[in-house]
Each structure stands twice: as structure tokens, then as C-alpha cells.
């Protein structure tokens, strides 16, 4: 089976050059971080365009696919551009990404809107743009929407986000499809819902049933049972209600290699599980072949995204742990402090000296859960080293804060020797933007 980029540990460009550092698509990363500071967030846009045609092709046998990037992953208007450009639509969840993906010009029908408590200005903000389709969480949104559709004199094509009942195994905070979640109507809600829409919500149009069970998934069968699931409860619809439903979202969720001992299938595997078990279900139920979208993030940014950090104040607790401090932290990445999650990393400055001690690497915040590597083995290092940590394209700079009133990193976009910044380092400025002091504390 073909490999695809979210199998590797490193953008796909990762080498060392002859000034003997790491570089990446010709970018030199100690000078990238010379040129830019740190904390740095790297882009490999080869990296990035690659995984998008190996999804392209992975699900190019079955031809009603629409890929859709979830944004939520990483949402920058660059990053947007390029999606758009290798044909991907867009999950959005919110008005900030939906006003993102649209200013970066993405064609706002190739758009779907996500998300468990979307606000009225939001759903408005949609109606306005034209987004392509909505999926319908709960029953309080199927009524506020078809409202706001009737005042704007249009009619909304809708999917019904359901929880399908799929456990996968994953970490519990990024688990969705099980029953016990917060997300989409259960599978005892659904027929009510759909009665609702046809008998009184007249300007809301079914196209179809989204579900989404999990992220950082490394299961295939998992796929396979949400088909099963979403087919079947597709065609007891269409029976029931005389419809003819033939949209089904199957979410994201596939995995990337954080550490050496991850092995997620690739994007070829998953097609296969998916695209078989559509077949199957097409040919048991002798239905037309519904129009399938998947909306990955993380198996599409991840690999191509890196952060630099330079290497700060080190600390050797007696009989104890070596602290190595870096500039960034639980800020930039919040992903270990929040999921435990692991991290790989290699001295941009010394990729190929031999690693001879055990550290743990600290984040630069006022907390002891900011730590961004618990043990990882690195040859001796000095202050002023660059640290690479490998695979922080999702939901790194998406879940980054300004924790301790520190300034977010800029981003910039790597591609054949060209380095590129796409989002702006924050400014002392920038922090204070939105602060007021009311006139009757003084002057
Ligand atoms: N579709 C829906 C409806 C989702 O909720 C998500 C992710 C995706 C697609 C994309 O899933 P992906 O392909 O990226 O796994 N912040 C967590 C991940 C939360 C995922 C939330 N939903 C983390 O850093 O691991």
C-alpha cells in the first residue's frame, strides 16, 4: 500500500545541508530563526501539497468525494489559499474562520459550517456569504436557522450532524462519535428532527448526514462501522420519509507519527476501508453511490509544520531530572499540557551529533505542566542552540494563547530556498490592543 506524508516524522523536505543544520525545502532553520526569532512556526508548503494529492488520489476511484479541510486544524488566510488551490473545500466552525477562509477569496459554496452552538451572527454571517452547506447540531439551531433563512428570503441546504455510537480509541477529550457526547442529534433524535424540517421548517433543504468520530486516529475499521452506520440510517430515511438524502460527511480523524512509535495508516489505506465499504453498502441496498465529503485537518497540516525554539536556562535536579528551558511553551502549543500528547525533536544546529543525555524539555511559562517534552534523548547543548519540534501544523498556532501576555510567534511558509512570513510575530502593541482604562481610574 502507498505511503503518504502524515507517516513521516518530518515535512517530506527535511535534510541536513552543508553548513551541516537541518533545513527544510532549502530554508536553513538556524537561519530561519536568526532571520525571524523564535518561538518560530515553520510551514513546509511541499509538505502540505503533497498530502493533498495523495488524498486526491487515494479517493480518486470513487467519484462523488469532496475533500474538505477542517480549518480549525490551522486557519490562516495563506494556508487557505493554497487548500483552495489544490481543490479542498473548507469545515469551518466559527466566524473567525469562516471570515478568514473568505478574505483569503475560497468559494464560499464549497464551504460547510460546523460546530455545536453556532450564534446568530454567525449563522447570519453564513447566510450572507453564501456558505455551501450547514450542519444542523441540535434542535435549537434547526429552528433559530430556519428563522434567520426566512428573513433573508433563502433556503439553506443542510446536513444533520448525528453521533453515530463509534468509539474509537483515542485520547477522551478528542473523542466525538460516541454516544455520550455533547455533539449532533443521537440516533433516537434523528427521525424528529427530520420530521420537523419536512412538516414546518420550510426553508431548510436535508441534503444529507454528517458525523465525525474522533481525531488522531489509528484504527481503519472504524471507518468501515461509520459507513455501515451512516448508510444505513441513510437509506431507513430516504424509506421512511419518502426522501432522497444522498449526502454523507464522514468528518476527519486520521493520525499523524508525533513520536517513532506511532504508526497511522496512510491516506491510501483509509480510502480503501471507505471507498470498499461504500460499495458494499451501495451494492446490499442497491442505492445510487452518495456524494461522500471527509474533512481531515490534522493528517494534512501536521506533518508540514515544525516550531523552532532557542534553548534557554538548563537545570539539573541532583539524582533528578535535566531541565532544558526553551522561549515558547504551553502558549504556542498547548497540546501537551492539555492531551498528553508527545513530541519529537532534533538541535537544528547539531542534527547529527550523537545524543548523550536524557532531558525534558520546559516550557518558558508560569506553570509545572508546561512542559513540551518529558524525556527525549539530545546531544549536549548550549544556550542560544535551536530546538526543531517536529509535526505542530495542527492545532498549534489554532489553539495558541497569549498565556502570561506573551506575544503569539509569526509563521512563515517555507518552499524551495524562499521563506515566506504568513502570519505577522505579535507585537508588545498587539498585547495591549484591546485593553481600556476607564477614565475614572486617572489619568
Ligand atoms: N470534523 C469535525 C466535525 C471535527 O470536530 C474535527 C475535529 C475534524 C473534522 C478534524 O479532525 P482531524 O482530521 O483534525 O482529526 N485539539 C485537538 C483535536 C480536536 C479535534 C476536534 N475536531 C488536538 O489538538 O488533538
Same mark, same amino acid.
Given at each position: ?120 451572527? =454567525? &449563522? !447570519? %454571517?453564513?447566510?450572507? +456569504? $453564501? *456558505?455551501?452547506?450547514?450542519?444542523? /447540531? ?108 444522498? =449526502? &454523507? !460527511? %464522514?468528518?476527519?480523524? +486520521? $493520525? *499523524?507519527?508525533?513520536?517513532?512509535? /506511532? ?181
Amino acid at each position: 500500500m502507498k505511503s503518504s506524508a502524515n507517516q513521516n516524522l518530518k515535512p517530506l523536505t527535511t535534510r541536513i545541508n552543508d553548513n551541516g543544520n537541518l533545513e527544510i525545502s532549502g530554508c536553513d532553520l538556524v537561519e530561519l530563526a536568526e532571520k525571524f526569532s523564535t518561538p518560530l512556526y515553520v510551514l513546509d508548503e511541499n509538505t502540505l501539497r503533497t498530502i493533498c494529492r495523495d488524498y486526491k488520489e487515494a479517493f480518486s476511484s470513487y467519484p462523488n468525494t469532496r475533500l474538505l479541510f477542517a480549518s480549525k486544524s490551522l486557519c490562516t488566510m495563506a494556508t487557505s489559499r493554497i487548500l483552495a488551490q489544490e481543490g479542498f473545500g473548507f469545515d469551518i466552525v466559527s466566524d473567525g474562520e469562516m471570515y478568514t477562509v473568505h478574505k483569503a477569496g475560497v468559494d464560499m459554496k464549497t464551504v460547510l459550517f460546523n460546530g455545536s452552538n453556532k450564534g446568530i451572527d =454567525e &449563522l !447570519n %454571517l453564513a447566510l450572507e +456569504l $453564501g *456558505v455551501g452547506r450547514i450542519s444542523a /447540531d441540535n434542535f435549537l439551531e434547526l429552528s433559530l436557522l430556519n428563522e434567520l433563512a426566512g428573513k433573508a428570503g433563502k433556503t439553506v441546504d443542510i446536513l444533520l450532524r448525528i453521533t453515530p455510537g463509534i468509539e474509537c480509541h483515542t485520547h477522551e477529550y478528542i473523542q466525538t462519535g460516541h454516544l455520550d457526547s455533547k455533539f449532533g442529534f443521537d440516533l433516537t433524535q434523528i427521525d424528529n428532527a427530520i420530521e420537523l424540517v419536512i412538516d414546518e421548517y420550510k426553508n431548510l433543504n436535508i441534503k444529507g448526514l454528517h458525523a465525525h468520530i474522533g481525531s488522531q486516529i489509528f484504527e481503519t475499521k472504524v471507518y468501515k462501522d461509520e459507513v455501515d452506520i451512516l448508510v444505513s440510517e441513510l437509506v431507513r430515511i430516504n424509506k421512511k420519509f419518502g426522501l432522497n438524502l444522498n =449526502e &454523507l !460527511n %464522514l468528518g476527519g480523524g +486520521l $493520525g *499523524v507519527k508525533y513520536t517513532n512509535v /506511532d504508526y497511522p495508516p496512510s491516506t491510501y489505506e483509509i480510502a480503501e476501508i471507505i471507498i470498499d465499504a461504500l460499495n458494499e453498502n451501495i451494492q446490499k441496498y442497491g442505492i445510487e453511490p452518495p456524494v461522500i465529503y471527509l474533512e481531515p485537518g490534522r493528517s494534512i497540516v501536521c506533518t508540514s509544520g515544525v516550531t523552532l525554539y532557542t534553548l534557554g536556562s538548563s537545570k539539573q535536579v541532583p539524582h533528578g531530572t535535566k531541565y532544558i528551558a526553551v522561549d515558547g511553551g504551553m502558549a504556542d502549543n498547548p497540546r501537551p499540557a492539555m492531551y498528553q500528547a508527545e513530541y519529537f525533536a532534533q538541535v537544528a544546529n547539531k542534527p547529527d551529533a550523537e545524543p548523550v543525555q536524557n532531558v525534558t524539555i520546559a516550557g518558558r511559562f508560569c506553570e509545572s505542566g508546561d512542559i513540551l517534552i518529558k524525556n527525549i534523548k539530545l546531544p549536549y547543548t548550549e544556550e542560544g542552540d535551536i530546538l526543531c519540534v517536529y509535526n505542530t501544523g495542527a492545532y498549534n498556532y489554532s489553539m495558541a494563547s497569549n498565556y502570561n501576555r506573551v506575544a503569539k510567534p509569526a509563521m512563515v511558509l517555507v518552499n524551495n530556498g524562499t521563506a515566506d512570513i504568513i502570519i505577522e510575530r505579535e507585537t508588545l502593541d498587539d498585547i495591549i490592543r484591546n485593553d481600556k482604562i476607564p477614565q475614572r481610574l486617572g489619568e
